[in-house]
Structure formats: structure tokens, C-alpha cells
């Protein structure tokens, strides 16, 4: 007795779930806002190689991610942060600003131990379809 009910009931369901029209395909903005903030969940994290990765493929192929962290030394923690803008100058290139809560580590004179929010204004690139972080040099 149950068996047909639920025969019944799967084909019901595959039928609702086949019917559903398609997620429309994200924007240009919505798939940078996602790469921002997946790069900053790995500085958050404290993923420093995670957070390499974001960056555009020639900083990479330029700078390894031993040179780019001796030049930029890790001198504090990602403890948030959130996209609040985004303003593109072209179709591959858009500036984001983003707010973050940091907290400088105990050595770092004479900040050390003080957590402070910040505003910051970082540019991204697409390259063949995916946004990446253009680090200053």
C-alpha cells in the first residue's frame, strides 16, 4: 500500500523540480562580490596561500606568494568584513571598497593589540571570466 504512494509522490516531486525555470545566471557585480569576500574569508581564516590565489595571474606570475608576503609582512588579523561598493570603470575592471574590522598584532608598534574598522578601496580585474585582486606593488 505504501509502495504506490510513494512511487506516486517521487514522481510528483521530479515532475515540480523538472518545471522550475533555471537561477538566472548571476551579474558581472554579484560573481565580484562573491570572489571579495570568498578572499576575504581566507584572510579571515588566516589562509594566506587561499588568499594568494585571488590575486590577478600576472601579480602571481611576477611575485611568488614567499615574495609578495615578505615585501607585505602579515601584520595583524581579518577579523570582518563586508562589500560595500562596487563601481566599475570598464567590463574588466572595477574598484571595491570594502569595510573591514583589523586587529594589529602585539609587536606592531605603536598599533599593537588595537582592533580599528577600515575602509578600503582595492581594484579587480576579470581575467578569462574570473575576477581577481590587483595588489599594489
Known sequence: MFKPLSAIVLTLLLAAC???????????????????T??????????????????TPGYRATWSATDHYQTHPI????LDAQVLSVNCVSDDACDVTV??????????APLGGQEIPMDTKHRWLRV??????????
Do not use: C
Open 75 to 78: 601584520i595583524g588579523t581579518y
Open 99 to 108: 569595510h573591514t574590522r583589523f586587529k594589529f598584532n602585539q609587536n606592531v
Open 128 to 137: 578569462d571570466g574570473d575576477w581577481y585582486y590587483l595588489p599594489r606593488s
Open 18 to 36: 523538472a518545471g522550475a525555470p533555471p537561477a538566472p545566471p548571476k551579474t558581472p557585480e554579484q560573481a565580484l562580490r562573491e570572489r571579495v
Open 38 to 55: 570568498a578572499y576575504y574569508q581566507a584572510l579571515i581564516a588566516k589562509d594566506y596561500k587561499g588568499a594568494y590565489a585571488f590575486f
